[in-house]
């Protein structure tokens, strides 16, 4: 089991895919940042040198305008927040009731169940009655433990990964209730980032929401897009500094949210095999995919599973990856993330 040292050093860490023609250098830095999903956004984008700097303001306002649209439609349709969204329409239908799918909610149910698939149900996405009986959905409960709200209901363990997508339908099966917030950001990231780099003017651009990230190109000087953090949720001594190149990173770990009761920690991340906050060894999973959606959801697939099986896992498909351990001074890489440093 490859390991390594978690000291106060920084691990520098590069991908093994990194372009050898030489870098692209010139243009000029357009900023932006904001707030949606509850967390913050931003765009860090590289204006191509020939373009003319004093329509720079412009161009920003036209992708952020463009931007902001689009996760407003994803907001619209996937949060469970709004009683009015697709999400929450479909969660209120009766067993074996249909929803037809609009985009791109109809993409983002079917890379969730692509990973469902592929995680044989550690990333399951239909687990928002237990989300909410947990007190991690949107009405928020301090310490539902103590309450006993978190074991208000008997959880019934989902027995396949099927679940009644089928020609832009999908079928409310018994039992299953869509939650999509371990997915739906990831995909925002994606989308952003596409759609700036489509702009004709574009050179590069390193697009963040909420701690998620993902770039195509370089830095203006030629470098490129590095990324500082830490998975135990140390932001101010971040353990790795990461060069994208085209590549997302996705972090999940009982850190973004939890509830505490007594002495015990309880993680927003779920056992789907339980419907209770998961008793894992892992505090922590980063994953580096070119796809940000994919990392979003198998890093909490990861956590799910545990080290032993997540390595194997991860190992097995050349998914760089970064496993925190509980309690313990090391990190565990994957071999595809040994590569990187």
């Excluded at 895919?17 to 999903?37: C, K, M, N, T, Y």
């Excluded at 310490?143 to 019934?156: C, N, Q």
């Excluded at 060069?243 to 920690?265: N, Q, V």
Aim: charged share 20%.
């Amino acid at each position: 089991m490859a390991q390594l040292a978690s000291d106060h050093d920084t691990t520098l860490l590069i991908p093994p895919d990194v372009p050898q023609e030489a870098p692209q250098i010139g243009g000029r830095e357009v900023l932006h940042s904001g707030e949606v999903f509850g967390t913050t956004w931003s765009l860090r984008m590289v204006r191509k040198s020939s373009t003319n700097p004093a329509n720079d303001h412009a161009y920003r306002a036209q992708l952020v305008e463009a931007c902001s649209q689009a996760l407003a439609l994803i907001d619209a349709q996937m949060s469970l927040w709004q009683d009015g969204s697709d999400i929450s329409q479909f969660n209120r239908l009766a067993a074996g009731e249909k929803l037809a799918l609009p985009e791109p909610f109809a993409t983002v149910i079917a890379k969730a169940l692509d990973v469902c698939k592929e995680t044989d149900g550690a990333f399951y996405p239909g687990l928002y009655e237990a989300v909410e009986q947990w007190g991690f959905g949107a009405r928020d409960q301090a310490d539902p433990v103590a309450t006993g709200l978190a074991f208000s209901r008997e959880w019934v363990a989902p027995s396949t990964v099927a679940t009644g997508l089928s020609g832009g339908l999908l079928k409310r099966c018994p039992g299953f209730s869509l939650d999509l917030n371990g997915i739906a950001k990831g995909y925002a990231v994606d989308l952003l980032c596409n759609m700036v780099r489509a702009h004709p003017d574009t050179a590069a651009c390193l697009v963040e929401i909420g701690g998620e990230l993902k770039s195509f190109g370089t830095r203006a000087d030629g470098m490129p897009f590095w990324i500082g953090f830490a998975p135990d949720g140390d932001d101010l001594s971040p353990t790795y500094r990461a060069a994208l190149y085209g590549w997302a990173c996705a972090t999940s770990g009982e850190t973004e949210r939890f509830h505490t009761s007594g002495d015990t920690i309880y993680s927003h991340i779920l056992d789907p095999q339980t419907g209770r906050s998961v008793q894992s060894d892992l505090t922590a999973a980063t994953v580096f995919d070119k796809e940000c959606a994919r990392a979003d959801a198998l890093a909490t697939a990861l956590i799910v599973m545990g080290s032993d099986k997540a390595l194997a896992f991860a190992n097995a498909r050349s998914i760089p990856c970064i496993l925190t351990q509980r309690a313990q001074p090391t990190d565990i890489l994957s071999n595809a993330m040994q590569g990187w440093f």
